[in-house]
């Protein structure tokens, strides 16, 4: 369910605290109905954080709610955001961030990387204040996680450091960074014999 912005319209995310009063009033607004209940929300915003979307994703239960990525990109992407943060409430008033908090969080800085749309940062919100995930530094933590990284990023991450460990700079035969010279021999596992001899 997308949020009506008329007064958020052309608003622009400036500091955390920018998204814990935007959302305080979201959350007033929506708290007359399922007060007790985990909502999830998606704020979509353009190159220079203006907000072009705000969007309720999920609402759970009153310890939980349930993220999938295919709910938090969706209208983002459908909208053209280039980067977005996430922002759900603790109805227990507690600002602390579960583990299943850091865990979605991860999983969708993860997911951010491969369609190219940042997770900036995760709020946790209630009648108390907020907890930002980027302003205590946890996601800097959750982007070095590799728990949700695809396999292919993996062998990438590999290689960089394997050429950062031997040196970039090589220009040597057999360098990956340079061709063999004419002449000179590649070994290839097909130039065995089957023994691999």
């Known amino acids: 369910m997308e949020i009506r912005l008329s007064k958020l319209h052309k608003t622009k995310i400036e500091v955390h605290a920018d998204v814990y009063e935007i959302m305080r009033m979201v959350l007033q ?52 955001c280039v980067k977005i943060i996430l922002v759900h409430n603790h109805p227990s008033g507690s600002l602390k961030p579960s ?15 491969i369609v190219d749309v ?11 204040g907020y907890f930002s ?14 728990k949700y990284v695809a396999p292919y990023e993996l062998m990438a991450r590999g290689r960089q450091l394997g050429k950062e460990k031997t040196g970039s700079g090589r220009t040597g035969a057999g360098s990956p960074d340079r061709a063999p010279d004419e002449g000179q021999r590649v070994c290839d596992h097909r130039d ?6």
């Open 118 to 128: 940042p997770v900036l940062d995760h709020c946790i919100i209630s009648d108390q």
């Open 133 to 146: 995930f980027a302003e205590d530094g946890l996601m800097d933590d959750l982007s070095k996680s590799l």
């Open 29 to 80: 607004r929506e708290q007359k109905i399922d007060r007790n209940r985990e909502h999830l929300w998606v704020i979509g915003l353009a190159a220079d954080n203006t907000i072009l979307l705000v969007e309720l994703v999920s609402m759970g239960s009153v310890t939980r709610t349930i993220a999938e990525p295919m709910e938090i990109f969706s209208l983002a992407l459908q909208k053209r």
């Open 99 to 113: 583990v299943a908090d850091k865990d979605t969080t991860d999983r969708m800085i993860q997911v951010g990387r």
């Open 192 to 197: 065995h014999g089957a023994d691999g001899a």
